[in-house]
């Protein structure tokens, strides 16, 4: 068996609007076992990135530790990558972030990475709205370390590894989003392609921290009937918001939106999100709606999915900080020294 992906593609592979096929956007062969849902979810990842037509050298990839950590090997090979330490992922992006702007950030994170050890670097990376994409590939438990039962494991849910009712609260992270200020939140599952892709295509649209809560079931340690996060409960307990279509700017396009129970979402570029509720109670553009929707399927057992806020008024880190538009690894001496003389314009206008 090789692990070696072949050079060789057909010469009638289709094309996106930059002369890119699909294959371009693949990385290395996966090693996670087989039928991983973080293969599923960098299958979405790579289905995204070729349909909005990005230039792979302008997205970086950045993971922390775990098996999802590993999956950006299995994709986007010709783009910009950092495998950080055990949690650390949110500051490594922040640095990156703050130096060039110019960059898409795609971070990779497992419920291990970012609800325990990783916490803290979530939380700040919220509050401080940075621009990234922030993927939790969550399946509930430490595939790596045989299974043990992580922070986001359901109260009373069985793992295979320890065999018992996990005694302990979930930490529901896409609720800790929406509570601390997040301007996009999403949840979906692995085996949901047909909504995972929008939502991963609008998150990179987004100005300002996007969070995709991606439930993805462990077939090795965490699929077993007794388990919350297996393919068949997450599969027969999902509710979704709505269906979700994401529409990218382009000059030549015009769109037109027919009257109904829908709602579209403008982004700053212009992107459209298109919504076709299937809750008619529901708007994303509501933190404190998405909060009820989200209490009220918990308390009935379900899993709410879709895209759960945003606010189409985001202003991220930069913004916030008042930096110059050129990406900072770009200033030269004469930016950073300016002389004497702008010194004492800068002195004198706080006498």
Do not use: W
Not at 63 to 92: A, D, E, Q, W
Not at 195 to 204: D, S, T, Y
Not at 285 to 312: C, F, H, V, W
Request: with cysteine; proline share 4%.
């Amino acid at each position: 068996m090789t692990y070696i992906r072949p050079n060789f593609r057909h010469h009638g592979l289709a094309k996106n609007a930059l002369g890119f096929a699909k294959s371009d956007y693949e990385g290395a062969i996966s090693t996670l076992c087989a039928g991983c849902g973080h293969d599923s979810i960098s299958g979405a990842i790579v289905q995204a990135c070729y349909e909005m037509s990005i230039e792979p050298h302008k997205l970086a990839k950045i993971s922390g530790i775990g098996c999802s950590s590993k999956t950006p090997t299995y994709f986007l090979s010709n783009s910009h990558g950092f495998n950080s330490v055990h949690g650390r992922m949110p500051s490594v992006t922040t640095g990156a972030n703050m130096a060039n702007r110019d960059l898409i950030y795609l971070g990779v994170s497992g419920d291990g990475d970012t609800a325990s050890i990783g916490m803290g670097q979530f939380v700040h990376a919220i509050r401080r709205n940075l621009n990234m994409v922030y993927i939790v590939m969550n399946n509930g438990c430490y595939g790596l370390t045989k299974g043990q039962d992580s922070a986001t494991a359901d109260f009373g849910s069985i793992s295979k590894a320890q065999g018992v009712e996990n005694p302990y609260q979930a930490i529901d992270l896409a609720g800790m989003a929406l509570e601390l200020g997040a301007t996009f939140v999403a949840r979906s599952f692995s085996g949901d392609k047909t909504q995972l892709v929008p939502l991963i295509k609008a998150g990179m649209s987004h100005p300002g921290f996007a969070f995709i809560d991606a439930l993805s079931p462990c077939v090795t340690f965490n699929n077993n009937n007794g388990s919350t996060k297996s393919y068949d409960f997450v599969r027969d307990h999902m509710e979704a918001t709505s269906t979700i279509d994401f529409i990218p700017h382009r000059d030549e396009i015009e769109v037109e939106y027919a009257s109904g129970d829908s709602t579209s979402v403008v982004l700053h570029d212009e992107s459209v999100i298109q919504l076709q509720k299937i809750a008619s109670d529901f708007d994303p553009r509501d933190r404190q709606s998405a909060l009820r929707r989200m209490q009220a399927a918990k308390n009935a057992g379900e899993i709410l999915t879709g895209l759960l806020y945003i606010d189409p008024k985001s202003r991220d880190l930069h913004d916030l900080v008042e930096t110059i538009d050129r990406p900072l690894n770009s200033l030269r001496e004469d930016d950073l020294n300016p002389g004497e003389a702008a010194l004492e314009e800068i002195n004198a206008s706080r006498r």
